[in-house]
């Protein structure tokens, strides 16, 4: 492992505005494959995919510029491949909403019931017949682990509306996969 390698994703950035942009290529290698999984996890289409994750380091490179060194460049890379996703939904009009009151009865509770493996297995399974209003919040936390506070950073929503729409998400998907 090289020097360039141990360095943050925040100094490698640092150093691409400043000295040496071929370092960029770090920050593609370690997202890459993580960005891949989100977007095609979402679009269940692979060109789609790498077109929206291309895409989204073209644009972070155009903007590092405009990238605050004091926030986290994985939920910045997100973000922007999160905004190409939904350009892509919204050109081939495919995104389904539900209402903010549309719910299913549970009495039960996925975490007591399953650990947090056997859950993203799930979610893996079941994820393509959700509404991406929910499935989004649910792949972002438990097959990319990505913390609450980050998922509002990256959907630019409240971290309460984050806990909603996961909450709701678990009970969507557990409907979608009872009947499986």
């Known amino acids: 492992m090289n020097e360039s390698e ?14 040496d942009q071929s370092l960029y290529a770090l920050l593609i290698e370690r997202y890459q494959k993580k960005l891949m999984r989100y977007a095609f996890g979402l679009t269940k289409d692979e060109q789609k995919a790498i077109d929206i994750v291309q ?19 994985s939920s910045w890379i997100y973000r922007i491949a999160h905004n190409q996703m939904l350009n892509v939904l919204k050109r081939e009009k495919k995104e389904i909403l539900l209402e903010d009151d549309w719910d299913f009865r549970s009495e039960e509770n996925l975490e007591d019931n399953f650990g947090k493996k056997e ?62």
């Open 6 to 19: 141990k360095l943050s994703d925040e100094e490698i950035v640092e150093k691409v505005r400043t000295s």
């Open 55 to 73: 895409e989204s380091f073209i644009k972070a490179f155009i903007n590092l510029q405009s990238f605050d060194l004091e926030k986290k460049f």
């Open 119 to 180: 859950i993203a297995e799930m979610v893996r399974k079941c994820l393509g017949e959700m509404p991406i209003l929910y499935s989004e919040p649910l792949s972002l936390y438990y097959i990319d682990e990505k913390s609450y506070e980050e998922i509002s950073d990256i959907l630019r929503i409240p971290m309460g509306t984050v806990a909603t729409r996961i909450s709701r998400a678990k009970k969507i998907i557990k409907k979608i996969c009872q009947k499986k």
